[in-house]
């Protein structure tokens, strides 16, 4: 999601409809502009009345705020952001949702050092103390104020995954995703719905995805629906290879959905193949297919009549994949 959110300012400002001059807001306006943000919803609503859409300057500004929105100034700013995302003119409904966005907070992740016992490949080997996955820094979410507050709008901030704005729905995902931990149940069916669109391969599917992968546990829905769309016949090779990256980099971690990540290494794309050979330690398997694969692997690394790039990554991986879900002591694509 990091690099969502760094992609949403330069297509906010190649995508968003033009803004004649005169409909600008005045040079150093934004800066003057009240903090609170019922006082910024309310300009621009007024502002939209009188024709005049918000510019990407002012939707800029709106991550710039120095302090949080108040309790009582976040109350009294809702029902003038769902005004927003029901008006006609698209960049009016981007600045809703941008400023949803804006109330998410990062959360500072601290690892888990816990040393846990690992099983080593050679039975006759000592046992080996390995970190614990640490958790994702710097994840956006809603403090529980703000999810308490915000969960009824969902079924009004929802819709905006499917709005016709390329940003708007890039925008929609960042705000649903930032309903973790423990989301509400109506997160849920407009992403899992998404991922069944015809036009579902772009970046908004690939952030869909990362939603369903943060959220929360995977469900076994969930990970049904992500290894549905992962073997559609319409992803294309990067698409395909962004989404390994994001299954096998995820916090929560699915064995049936790692299962459809093995069934790549019968890929008659090299790329792909290596792709998810140098994820596997990332990957929690169940031990039968952590010892099969790990065989596998190591067959792949001795063939030199297999392709080279595959060739490469099992010799890369094969010595030091010793346990399922590594986060040391083996390369995992990045």
């Known amino acids: 999601m990091i690099l969502l959110r760094l992609s949403l300012t330069l297509l906010l400002c190649t995508l968003l409809p033009h803004v004649d001059a005169q409909d600008r807001t005045p040079s150093g306006d934004t800066a003057t502009v009240p903090n609170p943000l019922a006082d910024r919803m309310a300009i621009v609503l007024q502002r939209s009345s009188d024709g005049h859409s918000p510019t990407p300057d002012d939707i800029s500004a709106l991550t710039a705020q120095t302090s949080p929105p108040t309790p009582a100034d976040l109350r009294k700013s809702i029902p003038l952001i769902e005004k927003a995302l029901e008006n006609p003119d698209g960049p009016v409904r981007t600045y809703a949702l941008t400023a949803l966005v804006s109330l998410q907070s990062q959360q500072p992740q601290i690892p888990d050092a816990t040393p846990t016992a690992s099983a080593p490949a050679d039975p006759n080997a000592p046992v080996q103390p390995e970190s614990k996955p640490a958790p994702p820094t710097g994840l956006a979410t809603y403090k529980p104020v703000l999810r308490k507050l915000l969960t009824p709008e969902i079924s009004k901030i929802a819709p905006h995954l499917t709005e016709e704005l390329q940003p708007n729905r890039l925008l929609t995902a960042t705000v649903l995703g930032g309903f973790t931990p423990n989301p509400p149940s109506a997160v849920y069916p407009p992403l899992l719905d998404y991922l069944k669109r015809d036009d579902a391969i772009s970046p908004v599917g690939q952030a869909v995805v990362e939603d369903l992968l943060e959220l929360a546990e995977i469900t076994p829905a969930t990970a049904a629906a992500i290894s549905t769309y992962l073997r559609r ?20 971690q699915s064995q049936s959905l790692n299962q459809t990540l093995l069934a790549f290494l019968d890929s008659d794309d090299p790329s792909l193949r290596a792709r998810v050979i140098l994820s596997l330690p990332a990957l929690d398997l169940s031990p039968d297919a952590f010892a099969d694969t790990k065989s596998r692997i190591a067959t792949l690394a001795a063939n030199d009549q297999e392709n080279l790039q595959v060739i490469n990554a099992a010799k890369a991986v094969v010595t030091c994949w010793t346990a399922v879900k590594m986060t040391i002591g083996c390369p995992v694509y990045q």
């Open 233 to 252: 016949s319409d992803q294309t090779p990067d698409t395909r290879a962004n989404l390994v990256d994001a299954i096998a980099a995820a916090p929560n």
